[in-house]
C-alpha cells in the first residue's frame, strides 16, 4: 500500500490550499481515510477523515467550517481542502489509511482504542504566513 500525498506549499494568511494524496494497492472502497498533522515540537493531530464506503466525514473542531475532507473514487484519491488558513495550520500533512473500521468508528485517532491507522504517506508541508 503505497499513499502519496501532494499539494502542500506556502500561502499566506486567508489562503486556501487543496491537498491530495493518492493511494495505490489497496482499494479506497470501505476504508477509512485520514488527514493528519504535525507541527514543530507538538504532538499528532487528526484532522479529517473520510469514511469511503458511503463518503461519511468526520472534521475536528479546531479546522471545522475551514477544512473539508473529500474523495475521487474513480482516482483512489482523497483530498484535503484547507480554506482560510492561519499561521497556526502550519505543519507537515500526512495522509494515512486505516483498515478494518467502520463508517462510525472512521476518526482521525490512531490509538489502542480505535486500532492503527497502518499506512502512512510521507507527508507535504504546509506553511502559512
Do not use: H
Request: hydrophobic share 35%; proline share 3%.
Amino acid at each position: 500500500v503505497q499513499l502519496v500525498e501532494s499539494g502542500g506549499g506556502s500561502v499566506q494568511a486567508g489562503g486556501s490550499l487543496r491537498l491530495s494524496c493518492a493511494a495505490s494497492g489497496v482499494r479506497v472502497s470501505s476504508i477509512c481515510m485520514g488527514w493528519f498533522r504535525q507541527a514543530p515540537g507538538k504532538e499528532r493531530e487528526g484532522v479529517a477523515s473520510l469514511y469511503t464506503g458511503d463518503d461519511n466525514t468526520y472534521v475536528a473542531d479546531s479546522v471545522k467550517g475551514r477544512f473539508a475532507i473529500s474523495r475521487d473514487g474513480a482516482k483512489n484519491t482523497v483530498y484535503l481542502q484547507m480554506d482560510s488558513l492561519k499561521p497556526e495550520d502550519t505543519a507537515m500533512y500526512y495522509c494515512a489509511a486505516a483498515q478494518g473500521r467502520g463508517s462510525l468508528s472512521c476518526v482521525p485517532i490512531s490509538d489502542a482504542v480505535y486500532g492503527p491507522f497502518s499506512y502512512w504517506g510521507q507527508g507535504t508541508q504546509v506553511t502559512v504566513s
